[in-house]
């Protein structure tokens, strides 16, 4: 995690130095990884049907929007 560390002074002094510091982790490298494939195909599959349910709801939400700007049209 990056932390930031600012001293500024409580007096506006644009000569006064502002101390950066900056603590920089490098994480493992994503393919030191190891998934097993069966959780992968799992993982995509409830993102397909999650992914699916969420189309049909806006679908049908966008007709009944649809049908009541019609409706409003007549």
């Known amino acids: 995690m990056a932390t930031l560390d ?40 409830a993102i397909k049907k999650i992914t699916h349910k969420r189309e049909r709801q806006a679908h049908v939400e966008i007709e009944q929007q649809l049908a009541v700007v019609q409706e409003s049209q007549h």
């Open 6 to 45: 600012i001293s500024v002074s409580a007096k506006e002094n644009l000569r006064e130095p502002v101390d950066i510091r900056m603590d920089i982790i490098h994480p493992e490298p994503v393919a030191a990884v190891a998934f097993h494939a069966t959780t992968i195909d799992y993982d995509y599959e």
